[in-house]
């Protein structure tokens, strides 16, 4: 069956008008899913300014010519009124027609641009709904100690990319994780007498908890006599010194003097980053960033370098800032962007992390009697914060890790909605790593998209037990339970605190195996999802979590023509070797922004 789009379509060398299907919806309005079908419709003074790019607007005139074709793929379309076809013609940046080889071939000029995918799997461009993008970019060109084993090998590591920095200049980033040589925290002595020249401040993988030297504490003013901070730790030695390692608010200390990045250097890193998850097929990002961020993506924007579509998060406590951005309309007549950089989503934090010890949990950790976690934010500062985003039609998306966390914030979120009325919001909780069974229920019941980033449960899996006991883990990472309860779920990878490959998102979501090869089985099985509950979590609802489903998400005629095409298919390799997949070519709005070298 041919799918076309709803508006005429220039064939051959006449101009031949095509109706429309008989029986199809405008593009980008029909058939979700049933778990999803509760957040439509969406009220109207939330639809216009959240998805005002989102109608298929192709004029008539060469734009809507045929211009490329993907013919003899295995193409999952994620659209369940058309799940599988063999062929796409694209006009422009939109997808114009699915259908067979056969129809598609014949809908196109002789000259036009024919792609043979081979009988290769065509899916929708990935849409990676957690990342930290700058960061990321940067994080490339930084010293790297996530695979460090040892304190001697983090030392070394640090030691070589120090003799090729300029003196004086910080080393940052890093991303280790102390769980690989066996637990203990690391402190400023391992590494002060081969980093004398230049201030270190390095992060664990989390984000949540890092190291800085003698010269960085220095920098900072942190000493013994430093307080402590609300919400965060400076974690000392039996004498009351700082050790160097810093928890959540506490990193601030330091944070606030490393020198910010020239708009060069941020340019350069989001090239980088855009770059890189390209070559991992995604084709969107939902950057859980700052303002400085948002002036990169402007920058090049308006410069025509955008090769990754973003949706911009600012955080919660700016709110006002980003309404009264909108109003300006800078990003267009609706004033939320366009089909390359969208904003309207703000960010804040309930807790820490579970590696750090500072998620927020109702009962201790098993391997600390004394400790439950912490809150970030306090709780009526940030009721105040998402009741007041919410009258100003602003999304809102909430860190939360621990049970307790997420017990807090959907109790925050009912409350806001009993007060503001009901209206399709979208609130996302990120990450909902750890949930008590009897909250699981209640992300459908209000509404609120389940963000989660399903390599953490293969990477926390190796050690998270001895930190929240067997009972606890049965619903951490509960991807199946909350499917079956309705919830909306969108993947993302966190990048830079893990890999931004959706390929192993995937693998990990559906075999649940832990990094150390402890749980063949995998971990916590029965929250193992199919294959293709994973990838529409990676394309379709990624785009839900963000008002996007008009646009993207699916290979829909109308939609942006976003693919990505892997060199085996999913649904049939063994589960274990989906992450042997490699990306043969990504393609945004009909243009092709990686390809693999061919051997």
């Not at 997808?95 to 929708?124: C, F, H, K, N, Y």
């Amino acid at each position: 069956m041919l799918v076309l789009g709803s508006w005429s379509l220039a064939l051959g060398a006449g101009v031949q008008q095509r109706p429309r299907a008989k029986g199809l919806a405008a593009p980008g309005t029909k058939n979700l899913e049933p778990r999803t079908k509760n957040l439509l419709p969406i009220a109207a003074l939330l639809l216009l300014p959240m998805v005002a790019c989102s109608t298929p607007s192709l004029s008539h005139g060469d734009s809507e010519r045929v211009t490329l074709i993907i013919v003899n793929a295995r193409a999952w379309t994620a659209d369940p009124a058309h799940l599988w076809a063999e062929a796409i013609a694209v006009a422009g940046d939109r997808v114009a027609a699915v259908g067979s080889t056969d129809e598609i071939r014949a809908m196109a000029d002789e000259g036009v641009q024919t792609i043979d995918a081979r009988g290769r799997l065509l899916v929708p461009g990935f849409i990676d709904s957690h990342v930290h993008f700058i960061d990321g970019g940067f994080r490339l060109a930084s010293v790297q100690l996530r695979d460090a084993r040892t304190r001697e090998e983090l030392a070394d590591r640090l030691a070589a990319f120090a003799k090729g920095a300029p003196e004086g200049t910080w080393i940052t980033g890093g991303d280790w994780d102390h769980e690989r040589w066996g637990g203990e925290l690391p402190q400023h002595e391992w590494i002060d007498p081969i980093t004398p020249h230049h201030p270190v401040w390095v992060h664990r993988l989390d984000g949540h908890m890092a190291l800085a030297n003698s010269a960085a504490l220095r920098a900072a003013g942190v000493t013994r006599d430093t307080p402590d901070v609300p919400g965060g730790t400076i974690v000392r030695d039996a004498r009351g010194e700082p050790t160097g390692v810093l928890k959540d608010n506490a990193m601030r200390l330091v944070t606030r003097v490393v020198p910010e990045p020239t708009p060069e250097q941020a340019d350069r890193a989001l090239d980088a980053a855009m770059r890189h998850v390209a070559a991992q097929g995604v084709t969107t990002v939902h950057n859980m960033g700052s303002w400085a961020d948002l002036e990169t993506f402007s920058r090049a924007l308006k410069a025509e370098r955008l090769s990754t579509r973003i949706y911009a998060v600012v955080p919660l406590a700016d709110w006002e800032q980003l309404r009264d951005l909108i109003r300006t309309r800078r990003f267009g007549q609706q004033g939320r962007g366009d089909k390359w950089l969208r904003v309207g989503g703000l960010k804040a934090f309930v807790d820490g992390s579970l590696g750090s010890h500072t998620a927020l949990f109702e009962q201790p950790f098993s391997d600390a009697p004394n400790d439950r976690g912490l809150s970030v934010t306090p709780l009526d500062t940030l009721y105040e914060n998402i009741a007041a985003a919410d009258v100003a039609y602003l999304q809102v998306m909430v860190h939360a890790i621990g049970d307790r966390a997420n017990r807090e914030l959907l109790d925050i979120y009912a409350r806001v909605a009993a007060d503001n009325g009901k209206r399709d919001r979208r609130w996302r909780i990120e990450h909902a790593q750890h949930l008590r069974r009897e909250d699981i229920s209640r992300f459908a019941e209000l509404g609120v998209i389940a963000s989660m980033q399903p390599y953490h449960a293969i990477d926390d899996g190796r050690w998270a037990e001895e930190v929240i006991g067997a009972e606890r883990a049965k619903t951490t990472y509960a991807f199946r339970s909350l499917l079956d309860a309705g919830a909306t779920v969108a993947f993302g990878s966190d990048w830079f605190v893990a890999p931004p490959s959706p390929l192993e998102g995937i693998y990990a979501a559906v075999t649940r195996r832990t990094l150390d090869g402890k749980h063949p089985n995998g971990w916590v099985p029965e929250q193992k999802i199919t294959v293709e509950e994973a990838l529409r979590a990676y394309t379709h609802d990624g785009a839900i979590a963000s008002f996007d489903e008009a646009v993207k998400g699916t290979i829909t005629p109308g939609k942006l023509a976003d693919f990505v095409l892997i060199d085996r298919d999913l649904f049939e390799v063994p589960p274990d070797e989906i992450r042997e997949a490699r990306i043969l070519w990504t393609m945004v709005g009909g243009r092709i922004v990686y390809e693999r070298n061919r051997r």
